[in-house]
């Protein structure tokens, strides 16, 4: 399988998990709205730096990697202030993925009562933006290829 091939397959999923994200928030399931935001980040970020020619590590937390891989986006149009916007706001969805799963363990709190209506609805727009520029990137990439 080519590396567009990759991308184009992460690229999909992300979507379906943004729109679950979006389904989730509808139904006030907030804290999987979260939860599936953070993963449609992931897949779209992980899509993104396959095309970049990187090979996306196996965690969940993709900012640090963005940072490091700001000489390859630079190659794909990625401004670097553009990257770190990127990598900040993968690194607060990640953030919240554990809680969003697991709840607050250490003072067993449910995940349901952790999240609220705008903390999903700040997430699925974070997730929106994100797909929506690696999505632009991956395809303008394709486009000159």
Aim: glycine residues 4%; aromatic residues 2%.
């Amino acid at each position: 399988m080519t590396r567009k091939a990759m991308a184009e397959g992460l690229l999909q999923q992300a979507l379906s998990s943004l729109e679950s994200a979006r389904k989730a928030s509808r139904d006030s399931h907030w804290a999987f709205a979260v939860r599936s935001s953070q993963d449609a980040s992931e897949l779209s970020i992980k899509a993104l730096l396959l095309t970049a020619g990187d090979d996306p590590p196996r965690v969940h937390d993709l900012g640090h990697v963005l940072r490091q891989e700001k000489d390859d986006l630079a190659e794909l149009g990625l401004s670097e202030s553009e990257v770190h916007r990127l990598a900040d706001s993968a690194r607060d969805l990640a953030h919240d993925r554990s809680k969003s799963l697991y709840g607050d363990e250490e003072n067993d709190i449910p995940a349901s009562d952790l999240f609220d209506k705008n903390d999903a609805a700040r997430a699925v727009q974070t997730a929106e933006l994100i797909h929506r520029r690696c999505r632009q990137v991956i395809e303008h990439e394709g486009a000159e290829s």
